[in-house]
């Protein structure tokens, strides 16, 4: 069975850092795309970044462009996240998934898989 466990949320001040990680069990997605996604209350789930199978060609929304950095370990089947400079927007609840590719994109319905997600709260 396939689980996606999110962890490294939590409470932090603006402009603050913190670094999510996502540790994969029951399978090997050493040839699949796996991004991150986050829904704020009252808000729809977002594409946050995605990473390449081989670790190559990470893309971002606009939004965390330059602030967040999406990293894989292939070994620990393991995606992380470090954000940077964070906002009182970046506030949600962060989810790890994995697609059936070896490319991602930004459409949710591309991941087959789901994390539970974690809670990032960003305090003005």
């Known amino acids: 069975q396939v689980q996606l466990v999110e962890s490294g949320g939590g409470l932090v001040q603006a402009g603050g850092s913190l670094r999510l990680s996502c540790a994969a069990s029951g399978r090997t997605f050493s040839r699949n795309a796996m991004g991150w996604f986050r829904q704020a209350p009252g808000k729809e789930r977002e594409f946050v970044a995605v990473i390449s199978w081989s670790g190559s060609s990470p893309a971002y929304a606009n939004s965390v462009k330059g602030r967040f950095t999406i990293s894989r370990d292939g070994a620990r089947n393991t995606v992380y996240l470090q954000m940077n400079s964070l906002k009182p927007e970046d506030t949600a609840v962060y989810y790890c998934?994995?697609?059936?590719?070896?490319?991602?994109?930004?459409?949710?319905?591309?991941?087959?898989?789901w994390g539970q997600g974690t809670q990032v709260t960003v305090s003005s």
């Open positions: 998934a994995v697609a059936e590719t070896y490319f991602g994109g930004s459409n949710s319905d591309d991941y087959r898989y």
